[in-house]
């Protein structure tokens, strides 16, 4: 089998190349290395640069399946919300018609939490959609596509909402990275580290190698045709317990409290249900070995 992974010299998506190899599939990473990196890029993938919001149709042409992780980042939309919308929107959309184009078999999207916004009750796949970040936005704006060409075009998609992943090779720079691996390389620089609000703000953070699986299962399953899926674990932690776990096991650092990022949300609890009963996905519990 033939895949095409797009943002696959970035965190998730050379995890997903990784495992694909691993089962035997050929894989072609696009990535416009605008924050992926060569040295992510595993053995055996072959890798086009590509900026997604000018694609050559064709270089979807004879795959069985695209895992669409391409996407601008958050804190860079921030910067340049119509390049994000580009990206996000415009480019879901290219890259879906050259999919209808050369009858790719499977869409597997990959979009976020944000798109609720600010919920106060458990998030499960019919809560409201009401994104309170441009990157919020705009993802919700490339989930619209993919289900217009699912209803339209009769294309076999499913759309996965991640949910605070981290693990082995995310970014680690404040304006790309997580929050996990930011507060890792600060500790064990011995620099002081930023907590954004008070610290009590509540996160599901979600093992890579979890975010893999539901991508192949999403793939391999006919009945995720047409499903949207929260990607999460159900275990919440606050930013300031995250410090706290860090801390007992790179050492003490001293923390800063400072504004909440525009779009920033501070409440997530999330039902996991339909993932894990759809797709057999069991996600780790958070832990110190983990991170």
């Known amino acids: 089998m033939k895949a095409v992974v797009t943002g696959g010299a970035g965190f998730i998506g050379s995890h997903i190349a990784e495992r694909l190899l691993k089962d035997g599939h050929k894989v072609t990473i696009l990535d416009d290395f605008s924050s992926g990196k060569e040295e992510n890029i595993p053995d055996g993938a ?48 290219e890259l879906l018609e050259a999919c209808r184009e050369y009858k790719v078999k499977k869409f597997v999207h990959a979009s976020t939490g944000s798109v609720y916004g600010n919920v106060v009750t458990q998030i499960d796949e019919n809560t409201p959609t009401n994104p309170v970040s ?111 776990m860090l801390m007992e096991k790179y050492g003490d650092v001293e923390r800063e409290y400072v504004d909440p990022l525009p779009g920033d949300i501070y409440w997530f609890a999330v039902d996991n249900t339909k993932i894990v009963q759809g797709l057999g996905i069991e996600f780790k519990p958070f832990h110190s070995d983990l991170i």
Not at 56 to 82: M, R, Y
Not at 156 to 177: A, C, K, M, W
Not at 187 to 216: K, L, M, P, Y
């Open 46 to 93: 072959e890798s086009v640069w590509c900026d997604i919001t000018d694609l050559d149709p064709t270089i979807v042409k004879g795959a069985d399946v695209v895992f669409h992780n391409a996407a601008s980042k958050k804190n860079i939309c921030l910067e340049n919300p119509l390049r994000d919308l580009h990206v996000n929107g415009g480019g879901t959309l």
């Open 134 to 244: 441009y990157y919020g936005v705009s993802k919700l704006a490339g989930e619209g596509y993919v289900r217009y060409y699912h209803y339209a075009h009769n294309m076999n998609t499913t759309i996965l909402r991640y949910f605070h992943v981290y693990g082995e090779r995310q970014e680690d720079d404040p304006s790309l990275g997580g929050v996990v691996a930011i507060f890792k390389k600060q500790i064990q620089s011995r620099q002081q580290i930023q907590i954004h609000g008070d610290g009590n703000q509540e996160r599901v953070f979600t093992h890579v190698s979890d975010v893999v699986e539901a991508n192949i299962q999403a793939w391999k399953r006919s009945s995720s045709c047409g499903q949207i899926y929260n990607c999460c674990s159900s275990h919440q932690v606050t930013v300031g317990k995250l410090a706290d």
